[in-house]
């Protein structure tokens, strides 16, 4: 899903994205510069323990807020992303989200004992 940000609306929309067994929704508006995106990212994803490669299943329950800038941001807020193709594209922050949820570490449960 993508949406030109001179379309973006001053109030709260909703969306819900879905990235393979994750639902991303919430809402997002424009907020001065920006659009905020805020929402949950809920569902779960099947993958190795990092310890003995044992399939985990992980289930997310995470609250996500980012700002999307329209161009170049050149402040030091780090959860601004910067697009340059004048629309938010909410697949890719799905996307990322997810990504960087499931680039955490992972243990099963025989290893989460072992760990003290
Ligand atoms: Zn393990």
Same mark, same amino acid.
């Given at each position: 899903?993508?949406? *030109?940000? $001179?379309?973006?609306?001053?109030?709260?929309?909703?969306?819900?994205?879905?990235?393979? *067994?994750?639902?991303? =929704? /919430?809402?997002?508006? $424009? #907020?001065?510069?920006?659009? #905020?995106?805020? /929402? =949950?990212?809920?569902?779960?994803?099947?993958?190795?323990?990092? $310890?003995? /490669?044992? #399939?985990? $299943?992980?289930?997310?329950? !995470?609250?996500v807020h980012v700002k999307v800038s329209d161009g170049y941001y050149e402040g030091e807020d780090?959860?601004?992303? !910067? @697009?340059?193709?004048?629309?938010?594209?909410? #697949?890719?922050?799905?996307r990322s989200e997810v990504e960087a949820l499931k680039a955490e570490y992972h243990y099963c449960?025989?290893?989460? @004992?072992?760990? /003290?």
């Amino acid at each position: 899903m993508k949406i *030109a940000f $001179r379309k973006i609306p001053p109030q709260n929309a909703p969306f819900e994205i879905n990235y393979e *067994a994750v639902t991303f =929704k /919430g809402n997002f508006k $424009r #907020d001065s510069k920006f659009v #905020d995106v805020v /929402g =949950k990212i809920l569902g779960e994803a099947i993958l190795p323990c990092d $310890r003995c /490669g044992a #399939d985990v $299943r992980v289930s997310f329950d !995470e609250e996500v807020h980012v700002k999307v800038s329209d161009g170049y941001y050149e402040g030091e807020d780090l959860d601004i992303i !910067e @697009n340059h193709e004048s629309h938010v594209d909410f #697949d890719q922050i799905a996307r990322s989200e997810v990504e960087a949820l499931k680039a955490e570490y992972h243990y099963c449960e025989t290893c989460k @004992n072992i760990e /003290g």
